[in-house]
């Protein structure tokens, strides 16, 4: 298979090959530094990336001069402003047309993520970064872009939750978008079923979220007897039964969605297993500087040849320097995603081919890490680290 190769826009991995560990060998992020002039003459900073969780580092505002600002303005971004805290008690989600002519006022962080108001995406937003700005976006694609056209300043997004499994939208986005890793975090998901005020649990035939919760709350609806509808989101579920004033109707979604939409929770923790945690990604423009002074994971994506104990062998240069594996996720590659037969039977495809995403425990400061991902590109057709960002163990 021919390699693979994608360039980041923000950073490269530069790996020296030698035949032993104790050769010295380098893992080099490099960043490219932005600054973008408005039309009054002032200079939007540039952020370096970071998390603002219980041991965050500080962020720092950063400014370079650039004679081609106004170039680089006119392809990222518009004079126009989409002002997210506006009059609207409940504000409109980010769309796709709003990409061209929204900015960041710079007066605090400015977190995007996907849903509407009362979702659990934005109560991991907020977890994450506590007096951040949070900006609902419609679809998950719009909240990597908001990032990138810098309207916003980070993206919180689902990549995994423990009954559901693997978010894998967020998976290939990861990899179609320019973005860096540069935290997590690890929200617990308590469901309650909510009604309209006067509505009584024995008045609903019908209950609406998202396909996921209905599934984690299956026990518990089909002992209620109710009819499930799948809508796009357990926040959306929510506005709409009080919009629409149901009264045979009632949502899975959080208490927070209760409160903001006037909602009542007729039944809380209504889900089947107690232990529902969703881990959430923080992703930024520029990656954080890694370091040793906290346990540390890394993400990385790869592809490999087809043959005989090559996956084994990837994931052996990690078992080999006794860094472990946290997490291992298979995606097809896109635009070639079947390998023809090379034994003969009339050239018909056979395999599949495939991307890797893994996450491991350790820092890409560590000259141990450094060595297995070198070891890795000796025999992988791609490799591209995502991020290397603090774990987050709190789940509340």
């Known amino acids: 298979m021919a390699a693979f190769v994608i360039k980041s826009l923000v950073s490269q991995i530069t790996a020296k090959h ?6 010295s060998s380098r893992i080099e992020i490099k960043s490219a530094l932005i600054s973008v002039k408005r039309r009054c003459g002032s200079k939007i900073p540039v952020l370096a990336a970071s998390i603002h969780s219980e041991n965050d580092q500080s962020i720092e505002a950063q400014k370079k001069k650039n004679g081609n600002a106004k170039n680089i303005q006119s392809n990222l971004l518009q004079d126009a402003e989409y002002d997210v805290a506006s009059k609207d008690a409940h504000p409109r989600p980010l769309s796709s047309s709003h990409l061209s002519n929204s900015v960041s006022n710079g007066s605090r962080l400015r977190v995007a993520y996907q849903g509407v108001r009362g979702a659990y995406s934005e109560s991991a937003a907020q977890k994450a970064y506590p007096n951040c700005e949070a900006v609902p976006c419609e679809q998950f694609d719009t909240a990597f872009e908001s990032v990138e056209r810098w309207l916003v300043d980070r993206a919180v997004l689902p990549i995994e939750n423990s009954l559901g499994g693997s978010i894998h939208r967020n ?18 998901v308590r469901h309650c079923l909510l009604a309209n005020h006067g509505v009584k649990v024995e008045d609903l ?18 002992k209620l007897g109710l009819v499930r509808e799948a809508v796009d989101d357990t926040a ?36 089947d297993d107690s232990d529902n945690v969703t881990r959430f990604l923080i992703l930024a423009r520029e990656p954080i500087i890694p370091g040793t002074d906290r346990p540390f994971k890394t993400s990385i994506v790869f592809s490999l040849e087809e043959g005989p104990g090559v ?22 590659l896109r635009k070639q995603p079947l390998r023809a037969s090379d034994d003969g039977n009339s050239g018909l495809p056979k395999y599949f081919d495939y991307l890797f995403y893994v996450d491991f425990e350790a820092s890409m ?21 995502l991020g290397s960002y603090p774990v987050h163990t709190s789940m509340v």
Do not use: M, W
């Open 311 to 332: 996956l084994f062998k990837a994931l052996a240069v990690f078992a080999l320097r006794q860094i472990n594996l946290t997490k291992i996720e298979s995606r097809p």
């Open 171 to 188: 998976y290939d986005l990861l990899l179609r978008h320019r973005l860096h890793i540069v935290g997590e975090v690890k929200y617990a």
């Open 205 to 222: 035939k019908r209950v609406l979220s998202h396909p996921q919760a209905l599934a984690q709350c299956e026990n518990t609806l089909t």
């Open 236 to 271: 959306g579920a929510a506005k709409h039964v009080a919009l629409q004033k149901l009264e045979d109707t009632g949502a899975v979604a959080s208490s927070a969605a209760a409160s903001i939409y006037g909602l009542n929770i007729l039944a809380e923790d209504i889900q």
């Open 18 to 23: 030698s035949p032993s560990d104790h050769t």
């Open 365 to 385: 400061a560590d000259e141990n890490a450094q060595n297995a991902l070198r070891h890795l590109k000796e025999f992988a057709t791609f490799l591209r680290v």
